[in-house]
């Protein structure tokens, strides 16, 4: 716990010099942790939520949604991007991943083609200061020309090209407690000249979590028997993440750009399981990941854009466990590693025609080799046992050409529509899809604005999940692999309405086929619970939304935010049962930032969440909610910001999942202190105007 107190006193040393000076003239889806019975998969899916400032501080442009960030965070307690992004308007933070509109929102940084995953996304963009952020593009069906389907948000940042030379930087810290500690650090430089510029950043980020669960479960065999299932587990878990990113930009002449990106990512976890009752055993497993990430990107100032990108990806994993259920004992020393080598190559052209028409065109090709294995062996000796073993070689590939077509029709009225063809090639499947994509803009006046969306997606699955392996969290609870895992077909089409550039109103409907999600089966030949990948036939969902700013004078401003929404989720084969269930559900949301001084600058945050019950597959979502509240600092003529916060005031955040549905009947109810104390402290130096970097494609890594 050395590092613990490292960063802090750095801080302060290094604000002090540099302000005198310048008074004289900056996890995983189940199945990746996979030996832990988090259910981190069981995400409380929730449809958009919209958030405004009280002053416009959004205006449209052909198909997007454009924020001031700067605006729109000014009262708010925000440092790094991730919390930036989650303020934006439509976009909720459920914990494990972001969503706008009811489905997953993909993030790229000046246009360019991001997708993460959850972990990558949450670690990388809280390890990078919002002060880098210019301002905000949001996209409910993203043209083809960024070659990215679905929900987008483009981050725009300010060039740090034509410049006179500087540098700036910023130190972050952050220490928070809730059952244990946890550890935030960063630092980062930029330097910026007239023709290149190169920024640098690390972060490092600590933590120890405890878990517990407490298992009720009734457990039916086809010979008609019950079986009582009760147990508790409790699992202490440690986190350890380093991130380095190195970025450089040459540009020859305005739009004439060459920019080159080396990230890599260092994370080592441990995990310590007991469990007792109907089942007693004892898992202590751990995980040692690497990220590597080159791309070379280009861009002319006649419309072409063309790069390459190389990722490589290794995790390896052990597990050793030993566990009994009632006359069964397990008892192995189990080996995994999955690497993946990507590469990616892609080019576009746009092209500005007479009477505002807009045209582009482009193509991306994208290869990965996964190579994997897992191994159980006789603890001691660490002789190879014969079952369940994996060894997979593994390629697929995807091609994909894309054209569309944008227009303004005088100051009122735009449209941008798009059409891209993809094949989608692996050993098992060989196929083209279509994804059309429309954004029709009507702006009557200055602040009212009409947009109507339309956009088709496809989701890949994990590399991992399409593995034919078998992973144990003991006796009685294990997690398959499905090879026959099919990729997700969404298609949504969204209508949002602007008054005033403030108040929002916004209706969605969204229909996903062939929905990928993981869920718990009590299996009746045997006695154990199996968590697994399937595809629903499809999942749907239908909302409104409605947000409405208020502010008093100059000390309170609120944004309270409503939706209702209708959920429905079918699959007619799942294992020998079949659901098809809907919902009809809300969610209520209330942010206030109250202003108690302005000299010293000193700001109050509180905001609370509320959803009300969800549906999952077979499972059953109790309702939630949770109150958070923070008081910022900032001084040193707005450089430096101290901040205290408490997250989930009244520890009411975790859930307990239930299934009730057949034969199957299971309760977790999961227990942990979700409740936290925080303080954190930045300071920027250096006149400070950095940049941000985009993230990189680990969506399908396990």
């Not at 609370?608 to 109790?622: A, E, R, V, W």
Request: aromatic share 12%; net charge neutral; charged share 20%.
């Amino acid at each position: 716990m050395k590092r613990i107190s490292l960063l802090l006193p750095l801080c302060v040393c290094a604000w002090m010099p540099v302000a005198a000076q310048q008074e004289q003239q900056m996890q995983a889806p189940a199945d990746s942790v996979k030996n832990i019975a988090y259910i981190d998969s069981i995400f409380k899916e929730l449809p958009e939520v919209m958030i405004t400032g009280e002053r416009p501080i959004v205006k449209a442009e052909q198909g997007k949604l454009v924020y001031d960030l700067p605006r729109l965070l000014g009262n708010l307690p925000v440092d790094n991007a991730y919390d930036a992004v989650k303020n934006l308007p439509g976009v909720m933070d459920l914990g494990e991943g972001l969503m706008l509109g009811g489905q997953e929102v993909t993030v790229v940084i000046n246009g360019k083609v991001t997708t993460l995953s959850t972990g990558q996304l949450n670690a990388l963009l809280k390890s990078i200061p919002v002060s880098r952020i210019e301002k905000a593009e949001v996209m409910y069906s993203a043209p083809a020309r960024y070659q990215v389907r679905g929900a987008m948000i483009n981050l725009v940042l300010a060039s740090g090209t034509g410049h006179e030379p500087s540098l700036q930087g910023e130190l972050y810290t952050a220490f928070n407690q809730n059952h244990f500690e946890s550890l935030a650090e960063r630092g980062s430089l930029l330097y910026s000249g007239r023709k290149f510029s190169a920024d640098l950043l690390y972060s490092y980020s600590y933590d120890r979590d405890r878990r517990e669960t407490d298992k009720e479960a009734l457990h039916t065999l086809a010979d008609g028997s019950t079986h009582q299932m009760d147990m508790y587990e409790n699992t202490i878990s440690r986190n350890n993440s380093h991130q380095i990113r190195l970025g450089m930009d040459y540009a020859f002449t305005d739009q004439h750009l060459l920019s080159l990106v080396y990230t890599t990512a260092f994370t080592d976890s441990k995990h310590n399981a007991t469990v007792t009752g109907a089942q007693n055993s004892l898992t202590n497993s751990h995980a040692d990941n690497q990220l590597h990430n080159t791309k070379l990107d280009y861009q002319t100032p006649f419309g072409l854009k063309a790069g390459v990108e190389f990722t490589y990806y290794r995790s390896p994993g052990s597990q050793l466990l030993y566990s009994t259920l009632g006359n069964e004992t397990m008892n192995f020393l189990s080996r995994d590693n999955q690497r993946i080598n990507q590469w990616r190559f892609y080019a576009g052209q746009e092209h500005t025609l007479g009477k505002d028409w807009g045209l582009n065109y482009g193509m991306a090709y994208t290869t990965a080799l996964d190579h994997s294995f897992q191994r159980y062996y006789e603890p001691g000796t660490e002789t190879l046992l014969p079952d369940n073993n994996m060894q997979s070689r593994r390629r697929e590939q995807t091609l994909n050409f894309y054209a569309g077509l944008s227009k303004n029709f005088g100051q009122k009225f735009s449209a941008d529509i798009s059409l891209a063809a993809e094949q989608y090639h692996t050993d098992i499947w060989n196929e083209w899809s279509f994804y059309p994509v429309a954004n029709l803009t009507y702006t009557p006046a200055a602040g009212h604005m009409l947009q109507l969306s339309l956009s088709s997606d496809k989701e890949y699955p994990e590399y991992w999940s399409v593995q034919n392996a078998t992973s144990y969290m003991g006796a009685y609870s294990e997690i398959q692999g499905n090879p026959l895992l099919k990729p997700a077909a969404n298609y949504e089409t969204t209508l949002s309405y602007i008054l005033k550039g403030k108040y929002v109103f916004s209706a969605y409907c969204n229909y996903t086929k062939n929905n990928e999600m993981q869920t718990l089966y009590q299996s009746p030949d045997r006695l154990v619970e199996i968590y697994k990948f399937f595809n629903f036939d499809f999942s749907e969902q239908a909302g409104i939304m409605m947000a409405v700013p208020f502010k008093i004078k100059n000390w309170l401003d609120s944004r309270l935010t409503a939706v209702g929404l209708r959920y429905h989720q079918k699959d007619s084969d799942f294992w020998d049962i079949s659901f098809d269930r809907k919902l009809y559900t809300f969610v209520l949301t209330m942010n206030n930032t109250f202003t108690l001084s302005t000299k010293p600058d000193l700001k109050l945050t509180l905001t609370g969440f509320y959803q009300n019950k969800m549906i999952q597959g077979t499972f059953d979502l109790p309702r939630s909610g949770n109150l958070n509240t923070a008081l910022r600092y900032t001084f040193a003529k707005g450089k430096a910001q101290l901040t205290l916060k408490c997250d989930d005031i009244f520890n009411t955040s975790t859930i307990s999942t239930r299934i009730r549905f057949g034969n199957q009947n299971v309760k977790n109810h999961y227990m942990r202190t979700t409740r936290e104390f925080g303080i954190s402290f930045n300071y920027k130096f250096g006149g400070y105007k950095e940049k941000k970097r985009e993230e990189i494609d680990t969506s399908r890594f396990k």
